[in-house]
């Protein structure tokens, strides 16, 4: 049968049905291609503006203690909140934005892509874990510890755009994720 298994119920495709889909999905890749030009002259901002210049502080004189580096706002979370409904909250968002995809939350969960999460809120400060959901690319750039763990899982943990507030919900269900 040179190789090719026959199931019952699947339709066998031949050269000719894989072609036609094939010149749909090209068509489709040049469409959406075609959509990503660069802007025009007359859409481009004139070259005599601008931006206004992002305010950096030298890596000599970032203060990093364990809460994390302290010019990166962590939002006022000092503390890891217990609330029931909170908790119930924050595990709802921790899902729906993905979070499990790259964090284990149960002990033998295995995940290699990010650091496990179960135990988390008794190894990091609160003010350490709120920044680094906040504000992950700055603590990229300033935070040994952060540093250290792109170094060993070699994945940049995305920003969420969340607010404090879901943040401080999402803290509160880290919060019950504790070692053994």
């Known amino acids: 049968m040179n190789g ?19 010149w749909w999905l090209m068509a489709l890749v040049v469409l959406v291609l075609a959509g990503c030009e660069a802007p025009t002259e007359d859409e481009a901002p004139p070259a005599d503006e601008e931006a206004p210049p992002a305010e950096e502080v030298p890596a000599a004189e970032v203060e990093v203690g364990p809460e994390g580096p302290a010019q990166i706002d962590d939002g006022g979370i000092t503390e890891i909140p217990d609330d029931p409904e909170l908790i119930e909250e924050g595990e709802a ?3 729906a934005n993905g979070c499990s995809a790259c964090h284990a ?7 290699v892509t990010g650091p496990s999460l179960v135990g988390v809120t008794e190894r990091r400060q609160p003010e350490w874990i709120a920044r680094m959901i906040l504000a992950p690319g700055e603590m990229l750039d300033l935070d040994p510890t952060a540093q250290e763990m792109l170094a060993e899982y070699m994945v940049i943990m995305p ?19 504790l070692e053994p």
Do not use: H
């Open 159 to 177: 920003d969420q755009n969340l607010s404090v507030e879901e943040v401080r919900a999402i803290m509160a269900y880290l919060g019950t994720l």
């Open 105 to 111: 939350v149960e002990v033998d969960q295995i995940v």
């Open 93 to 95: 968002l921790f899902r």
């Open 4 to 22: 090719i298994y026959k199931l019952p119920g699947i339709r066998q495709m031949n050269s000719s049905s894989c072609g036609v889909g094939w």
